[in-house]
């Protein structure tokens, strides 16, 4: 009789789940699909950008399980009103190719490609988290094409390591099980607990967590930066020569973050001049501290015009 009635439970809820993962998942396209997408032709294939407002050009360098539609929710949080914001997907990202070397390096190229077809001289240029790479590669290799460099959350070259040492400390990227729509979908549904501890911050539900759905479209990306991106700061340290950066640099970062370090941080200090914005609390997100973040980087960008 109990079995019976598990047995019940158990379809039902697993017919209630399927019907609730397409509708999310059908939602979560839609909404992915709704910008207003740009492409361009580059050295390393299509590149899909978004590129919203006027004023002074901000280029987004965005995180893992991002792409055009992350980056500009995290320039709408960060910059607000009165710049142009120009969100790429970065390689094997929604609409943009995965080339058969897509390192930091050749990201910075197409950076700059971008912006020469935009008609773009100079820009401001943000990274998040994995993006870290890209946009360090873009300061050291064009210099003349950046106005200031806004380190947000981002990771950084603290130490040169070897690949055995980076597989040793778990820096190979997320789980491949989570790669894929069902898991990860199901696991921000019901478990949105684990993904606000991982960050250190509040962000089941928001904004932000909504644009790493649906993932198949970032899938080749996500594991380009598993393999790579994540990597290539460590596996590469000398080639990150920050003393030579001659570029005003702003640091937002919270001491609590669990995913990009603290410690990683205050070693890139000892390194570079840059202007600072350092929280207490708020983890990879910087939850709580949005007015804050946005008023450092805001004063930032006028100064350094």
Known sequence: MWSFILLAIV?????????????????????????????????????????????????????????YDQGLVSLRGAAGEGYRKISVSRFGYPGSELPDNPTPAHQAEVFVELLDQLGVEQAYVLTTSAGGAAGLRFALDYPNRLKGLILLSSGVPDMKRTAKEIEELGMMG?????????????????????????????????PLMETML?????????????????????????????????????????????????????????????????????GHTIDGQGDKVRHAIVQFLNAAR
Do not use: C
């Open 11 to 67: 379809i039902a809820f697993g017919v209630m789940t399927a019907i609730q993962f397409q509708r999310d998942r059908k939602a979560a396209y839609k909404r992915l699909e709704a910008y207003p997408v740009r492409t361009v032709k580059t050295q390393f294939g299509t590149m899909s950008y978004v590129d919203e407002g006027s004023g002074e050009a901000i280029l987004i360098s965005h995180g893992i399980f991002g792409g």
């Open 174 to 206: 997320p789980p491949q099980l989570f790669v894929h729509d069902f898991p990860m979908w199901f696991s921000m549904k019901y478990f949105g607990f684990i993904f606000n501890a991982m960050m250190g911050s509040k962000v089941s539900g928001s």
């Open 214 to 282: 649906p993932v198949s479209p970032r899938r080749p990306g996500i594991l380009a930066d598993t393999k790579m991106t994540n990597t290539d700061m460590s596996l590469h340290y000398d080639d990150y020569p920050l003393e030579d950066l001659h570029v005003p640099v702003l640091v937002v970062h919270a001491q609590d973050d669990p995913m990009a370090k603290y410690d990683s941080i205050q070693k890139v200090l000892t390194r570079v001049q840059a202007e600072t914005a350092i929280f207490a609390t708020g």
